[in-house]
């Protein structure tokens, strides 16, 4: 497993009863966690009134309840500055277990020895493209939110990088891939978090299940001749790490030659010393 263990500002304190105490910052959260469906006594006191509580209903969705909680506060990690505020269903715009994958291709980039240009599609509030602007690539930010790029660009201006060279795009991936190809565009890495079910700006429809290998294979034409490396992130149940694998595989071994792997991603859970699945992620890495 890949383990996101380099966090200051965050930590999952205790897990039980399909909860997660998190503190974020100076704050904690208690949010529902699918994975956690084990029942331990909650004896830290952070269970007992944290700041923020969202509470899921029975008949889908759920609401917050906030103890002197700010409508939006900051994180830090490294170099970076993360702007957070709770929303619709559990989420505050981070997924702080994605900093295993931020760490791994940061360094890729910075070993690199030349300019990489980043493609990261699917790409909610930024955190991929930060880091991987931080570690000195150009990247191309692409994703049907126009909240959500907004969100974004604020984080590229919190963590010092209103200056980089981000492209932010409001689009279907789909298409802005397909039009990437017809102009004949080419990336040296992408990045890809595609969502279980979504749509596009003009309601196009993406299902996980229907449309992640098609697209993998689409992406693929906007590769380089000199890829550095692809990452796919799940969170969707039955895209595990050995699929994430396969699709590589056949995906990439006859275009390029490189090293595949995929894993779990994880969180260290402070109170127990174990780590906590948070979903999956597949890397293909250039051979050097």
């Keep these: 497993m890949w383990i996101a263990d380099n966090w200051k500002d965050y930590e999952v304190i205790d897990t039980s009863s399909g909860e997660k105490l998190e503190r974020w910052g100076d704050y904690t959260l208690v949010r529902p966690d699918p994975q956690v469906i084990w029942n331990t006594p909650k004896t ?23 103890h002197k909680l700010p409508e939006e506060w900051q994180i830090h990690y490294n170099e970076l500055t993360f702007n957070l505020k709770p929303f619709s269903f559990k989420h505050t715009g981070l997924f702080p277990e994605q900093a295993a994958n931020w760490d791994w291709f940061s360094s ?5 020895g030349r300019p990489i240009k980043v493609l990261n599609l699917f790409a909610y509030t930024g955190g991929a493209t930060v880091s991987a602007a931080k570690a000195g690539a150009s990247v191309t930010h692409v994703d049907a939110s126009k909240g959500m790029v907004g969100w974004a660009k604020e984080n590229a201006i919190s963590s010092g990088l209103s200056d980089a060279p981000i492209r932010w795009l409001v689009d279907d991936c789909s298409k802005f891939v397909e039009r990437e190809i017809r102009r004949g565009n080419h990336y040296d890495a992408i990045i890809m978090d595609p969502p279980s079910y979504g749509r596009g700006p003009k309601g196009e ?3 996980i299940e229907d449309s992640i290998f098609p697209f993998i294979q689409l992406c693929s034409k906007v590769l380089s001749d000199d890829p550095l490396f692809v990452l796919i992130n799940s969170y969707t149940t039955g895209l595990q790490p050995a699929v994430l694998s396969y699709m590589l595989h056949t995906v990439m071994d006859h275009l390029y030659k490189g090293h595949i792997e995929a894993d779990e991603i994880g969180l260290p859970v402070s109170l127990s010393g174990l780590v906590l699945p948070c979903g999956a992620s597949g890397r293909w890495t250039a051979n050097k």
Excluded: V
């Design 205 to 207: 429809i993406w299902k």
């Design 44 to 66: 830290n006191y952070g269970w007992k009134k944290p700041n923020g509580h969202y509470h899921r209903s029975n008949k889908g969705g759920g609401e917050w309840e906030f």
């Design 108 to 112: 890729l980039i910075k070993e690199a």
